[in-house]
C-alpha cells in the first residue's frame, strides 16, 4: 500500500505544480508496516485506515478544496471491508461520516457549511452501506464455508476414528512437528517429545528395521521420493514392540526444508493374525504331509497282516482237504500271530489319536519324579539290556500333564534300551542343558547304542518309521512322544554322532504355567 501511495503522490507532484507532500500520511503507513510485522495485525490495519481521515483533513487545512479532499474518505470506508470485521468496518465507516458531518463546527473556516462537502457526505454514505451489505454477504458465504469445512472435518475424524488411523504433519526446516493424540499413541510417544530429526525418529524404530526405514526415510527428506509407504516396527518407552503402517507425502518447502505429512496406522494385530495364518498353515502342510504318510502307512502295515492271514486259511483249507491234520497248529498259530499285530497296530493308532488331548490338568512336576516313574515301568526292559540309568542332579521342574510326561519318558527309555546294541557297558544318561533359545532347559534321553546314521535322523521321528526292520515295535513310539511334546509347547528332535556312537534325543518342556 505503501508503493501505491507512492506512485500516486510522485504523479502528483510531477503534474501539479505546488503539491505538497502529505509525509505524515506515510508516518501512519511506516509505523503499520512495523507492528505488521511484530504480528499486531489489528492494530496496524487500524493505523492504515486512521490514515485516510488524518490525511485529508490536514489537506483540507493546508488550503485544498474539502469537496474533492474529503472524498477520498471512500478509500479507506471500502479498505475497512479488508482490513476489519463487520463491527470494526460499521465503527469506523460511522466514524468517517461523523467526522464529515463536524468539519463545519471544527473547521467552519475551511468549511462553511455541509453545502460545501455534500458530496463527500452522499459519497461515504453510499459507500458505507454497500460496505455494510457486502461484509454481511461476505461473513454469510464465510459462516457457510466454516460450516462446511466443519462437517467435512468431522466426518473426516470419524472416518479416521472408525479406522484407528492417526495423522501427522513435519516441517524439516522449523523441526516443528503436528500430530493428533491417536498418531501420538500409535508412536508410543507423549506429546511434544519427538525433535523433528531423522534420528530422533529412527531412535523409536526397532533394531532391525533401521535398514529399511533409514533408506526410505533419506530418500523422502533428500526429495527424491514424494510418496512413500513403509511397514516397521517401533518400540515404545515400556519396551513393547508394535507394527506401524505410515503413508505420506513429501513437498518441497522454502530453502532446503521439506513439509511431510500422512497417516499411521498400528496394524500390530494384523501382522499377529498373518503370523498365526501363516503359522496354521504351515501346521496344517504338516499335518497333511503326515496324514499322507499315515494313510500309506498305515494301508501297508495292515494289509501285511491280511494277506498272512488270508494265506494260512487256504493253507488250512488244503490241510483240511488232504488230511493233513497235524499242520493245523501251526497255521493257526501264525494266523493267530498276524491278528495280534494287526490289533497291535490298531491300539497304538488308537493311542495316537489320543495323543492331541490333555488327559489331565497341567501341574507343576519335578522332572527327576517322572524318570523315576517311567523308569520303574520300563524296569524289565532295562533289565534285560544291562542298561545302567544315570540321572543328573538338580534337573528343573516341568509344567504339564503327569501321565502324558511319564508316557514320554517311558517310551524314550524303551527305546534307548531296545538299541543299545552289544555295549560292555551299556547306559542311558536323563538330564538337562540350557537351552540355546526361548529361555527354556533342553531335557535329553542319552544312550551309548547303536546311533544313527546322520542322513536318517529326521526319519526317526516319522510315523511308523523303523531304521531295522528286525526290531520289534511298531514305529510309533516317538512319534507318539513327538505328539505330546507339541501339545504342551515344546520341540523334539534327534542328535546322533553317527553309527555305533549313541543317539541323544532332546526336547524342550514348559517351566512354568503356559500351557
Known amino acids: 500500500m505503501t508503493g501505491v501511495f507512492g506512485v500516486g503522490d510522485l504523479i502528483s507532484v510531477l503534474t501539479q505544480p505546488g503539491y505538497r507532500l502529505p509525509w505524515y500520511g506515510y508516518a501512519f503507513l511506516v509505523s503499520a508496516m512495523v507492528l505488521n510485522r511484530t504480528g499486531r495485525y489489528a492494530l496496524a490495519a487500524t493505523m492504515t485506515l486512521l490514515m485516510f481521515p488524518m490525511v485529508t483533513l490536514v489537506t483540507v487545512l493546508s488550503g485544498a478544496a474539502p469537496g474533492t479532499t474529503f472524498s477520498y474518505l471512500i ?127 529412527l531412535r523409536m524404530v526397532h533394531p532391525e528395521d533401521l535398514g529399511a526405514v533409514g533408506r526410505v526415510l533419506s530418500d523422502v527428506l533428500s526429495g527424491d521420493r514424494d510418496n512413500f509407504e513403509i511397514l516397521h516396527r517401533v518400540t515404545w518407552a515400556d519396551g513393547s514392540i508394535h507394527w506401524v503402517q505410515v503413508q505420506g507425502r513429501s513437498t518441497k518447502r522454502g530453502g532446503s526444508g521439506r513439509r511431510v505429512n500422512g497417516t499411521v496406522v498400528d496394524v500390530t494385530d494384523r501382522r499377529l493374525a498373518e503370523a498365526e495364518r501363516d503359522r496354521l498353515i504351515r501346521e496344517l502342510e504338516e499335518k497333511n504331509a503326515e496324514l499322507e504318510r499315515f494313510t500309506y502307512t498305515v494301508s501297508h502295515d495292515l494289509k501285511s497282516p491280511l494277506i498272512t492271514v488270508r494265506g494260512f486259511l487256504g493253507s488250512i483249507e488244503r490241510d483240511v482237504r488232504d488230511g493233513r491234520y497235524d499242520r493245523l497248529g501251526g497255521d493257526v498259530e501264525r494266523i493267530l500271530s498276524a491278528t495280534e499285530r494287526m490289533q497291535s497296530l490298531l491300539a497304538e493308532l488308537l493311542n495316537l489319536s ?59 527309555l524303551d527305546n534307548s534300551a531296545k538299541f543299545l546294541g552289544n555295549q560292555k557297558a551299556p547306559r542311558i544318561v536323563v538330564g538337562s542343558r540350557p537351552g540355546a533359545s526361548e529361555g527354556r532347559p533342553v531335557f535329553f534321553v542319552q544312550d551309548n547304542g547303536e546311533g544313527v546314521a546322520p542322513e536318517n535322523l529326521g526319519r526317526m521321528i516319522g510315523l511308523f518309521e523303523k531304521l531295522d526292520d528286525r526290531s520289534r515295535g511298531s514305529g510309533v513310539g516317538l512319534a507318539i512322544v513327538k505328539r505330546i511334546v507339541e501339545v504342551h509347547g515344546g520341540k523334539l528332535w534327534v542328535e546322533s554322532p553317527g553309527r555305533g556312537q549313541g543317539t541323544t534325543v532332546c526336547f524342550t518342556l514348559p517351566t512354568r504355567a503356559s500351557v
Open 75 to 201: 478509500i479507506g470506508v471500502l479498505g475497512s471491508t479488508l482490513l476489519l470485521d463487520r463491527r470494526g468496518a460499521i465503527l469506523f465507516d460511522a466514524g468517517c461520516f461523523s467526522f464529515l458531518l463536524l468539519t463545519p463546527l471544527i473547521i467552519p473556516e475551511h468549511v462553511p457549511d455541509h453545502g460545501a462537502i455534500t458530496g463527500p457526505i452522499i459519497l461515504v454514505a453510499i459507500g458505507s452501506g454497500l460496505a455494510i451489505m457486502l461484509m454481511i454477504h461476505r461473513d454469510e458465504l464465510e459462516r457457510d464455508r466454516q460450516e462446511a469445512l466443519r462437517t467435512s472435518e468431522e466426518r473426516l475424524l470419524l472416518a479416521l476414528d472408525a479406522s484407528r488411523m492417526g495423522t501427522w504433519e513435519w516441517d524439516t526446516a522449523s523441526r516443528e512437528v503436528h500430530s493428533s493424540d491417536r498418531a501420538q499413541a500409535i508412536f508410543g510417544i507423549p506429546g511434544k517429545t519427538f525433535d523433528g530429526t531423522q534420528t530422533g525418529y
Open 354 to 412: 489320543r495323543v492331541g488331548r490333555i488327559v489331565n490338568p497341567p501341574e507343576r512336576l519335578a522332572f527327576a519324579d517322572l524318570v523315576q516313574e517311567a523308569m520303574d515301568m520300563v524296569r524289565g526292559q532295562l533289565e534285560e539290556a544291562r542298561a545302567r540309568v544315570e540321572i543328573q542332579e538338580g534337573l528343573p521342574d516341568v509344567f504339564g500333564d503327569r501321565s502324558r510326561l511319564v508316557q514320554v519318558l517311558q517310551n524314550l
